[in-house]
């Protein structure tokens, strides 16, 4: 049976561009205005967890492996040239990277150990969060989330921690004033980020959650990606009132696929190549990813004696 061989997406916030990874190594680049693909090469990637990031820019790719070593650890490269521009190969056990939304910073989540802050430029560790096993930050403002195991802790206006209702975050989101997060088997909550008061929260069915989130300057609502794993692994995707939170399901996904939000494309696109407009749902056509033969799920055909 042939497939997508493109296992993991990350995209630009700035630029309509993202990174397509195979399973282990190859990672390639694509302008979605023009559906080309820019570049292709090899990195340190190994699928697991989200290893690989893009700038707000498009300009660099940062990837990981599990291991540490010459083949491994962290590495950022020229998203065009595929040049490696720096590498860490002395960091290992990495579970996530993303780029800071100023693209100063890569920040590095490890499997044991604090996360650590790396120099977009160098690579240099400029800071470790002893405690946190994620951050995401405001590209509106200075405001930003620390992921910790106690609760989330909100640096904004005023700082101030939002208590767990669930065994692991999934996702979070910031607009110009409040912040979005949603959590494994349990809520999506909204909360001001002057006021530290929750504004709204959804509740998914049972056997839901959303897996990823992105604000959408354009209405200002919240959008978001519905798993419902008790469903043959079906994917919705929702949008979420600003105001109130009140879910509206804009069309059903049609691959139980790895999804990734377009910001700068007002998108969002599964691994088998397809784009969809965020506000319609309207398929906007499809990229053309590498193919891989994988076996068929139903096995061999059965011939009756």
Excluded at 13 to 37: G, N
Excluded at 216 to 231: I, S
């Amino acid at each position: 049976m042939l497939g997508s061989a493109i296992f993991e997406l990350a995209a630009a916030q700035r630029v309509p561009r993202i990174a397509a990874a195979t399973p282990k190594r190859t990672v390639q680049i694509w302008d979605l205005t023009a559906s080309q693909r820019i570049s292709q090469f090899e990195t340190v990637f190994y699928f697991g967890g989200r290893r690989i990031a893009l700038s707000p820019d498009g300009d660099r790719c940062a990837a990981a492996e599990w291991n540490k070593g010459r083949h491994g650890g962290v590495a950022c490269y020229d998203a065009v040239t595929g040049n490696v521009l720096w590498q860490r190969s002395d960091i290992r056990h990495t579970q996530a990277v993303r780029f800071s939304a100023s693209g100063e910073h890569v920040y590095c989540r490890l499997n044991e150990g604090p996360l650590q802050q790396l120099n977009a430029a160098t690579g240099e560790t400029t800071q470790k969060f002893r405690g946190a096993f994620g951050i995401t930050d405001s590209p509106y403002s200075t405001d930003r989330l620390l992921e910790k195991s106690a609760g989330f802790l909100v640096q904004a206006a005023r700082e101030f921690v939002i208590p767990r209702e669930s065994f692991a975050p999934l996702d979070a989101a910031f607009s110009p004033d409040a912040l979005c997060l949603s959590e494994g088997g349990g809520p999506v909550r909204c909360f001001d980020c002057h006021t530290a008061h929750e504004r709204w929260r959804y509740q998914p069915p049972p056997g839901c959650h959303i897996t990823r989130l992105v604000y959408r300057p354009a209405d200002g609502n919240f959008y978001g990606v519905e798993l419902r794993y008790q469903e043959a692994s079906s994917h919705h995707l929702i949008r979420c009132h600003a105001h109130t939170g009140q879910p509206e399901t804009v069309r059903l996904l049609p691959s139980p696929s790895n999804m990734a939000f377009v910001p700068a494309g007002d998108l969002v696109l599964d691994t088998q190549g397809e784009m969809f407009d965020l506000a319609t749902g309207k398929s906007l056509g499809r990229l053309e990813f590498p193919q891989r033969e994988y076996p068929d799920p139903k096995g061999p055909a059965h011939i009756p004696s």
